[in-house]
């Protein structure tokens, strides 16, 4: 049965990359949309659930979510995680710097 769900997850991710031109064998973009296809399972078992929000709602989330995981997973992923880090510990530590107590001049 695993072995079923596995092969039907790496299709929709196959079928997914092909159509939006993502490439599956790019460690980042597969895991992202392999964690996506994850997303999607559990928004429709919830939508079919509880009804709770309007199937055009459900349909922009689903794509707003793919295009955003297509975007932070893309070729220069590991290279904007890297700038992304830089740039959060340079502000961090000018915060640090305007929050800290100034020395008191004789």
Same mark, same amino acid.
């Given at each position: 049965?695993?072995?079923?769900? $596995?092969?039907?997850?790496? $299709? ?10 993502? %490439? ?8 992202? #949309? ?10 429709? #078992? ?9 199937? $055009?709602?459900?349909?922009?989330? #689903?794509?707003?979510? #793919? ?8 070729? %220069? ?18 915060? %640090? ?10």
């Amino acid at each position: 049965m695993q072995a079923i769900v $596995e092969d039907a997850h790496a $299709e929709v991710v196959r079928r997914i990359a092909g159509s939006v031109g993502v %490439d599956p064998t790019s460690p980042a973009q597969r895991l992202a #949309l392999r964690g996506w296809v994850g997303f999607l399972e559990g928004a429709c #078992l919830d939508w079919l659930t509880t009804k709770d929000l309007g199937r $055009e709602d459900l349909v922009e989330l #689903l794509a707003s979510s #793919l295009r955003a995981v297509i975007r932070v997973s893309g070729p %220069d992923a590991a290279q904007g995680a890297a700038d992304r880090d830089v740039r959060d510990r340079r502000r961090r530590a000018k915060r %640090d710097r305007r929050q800290s107590p100034r020395p008191i001049r004789p």
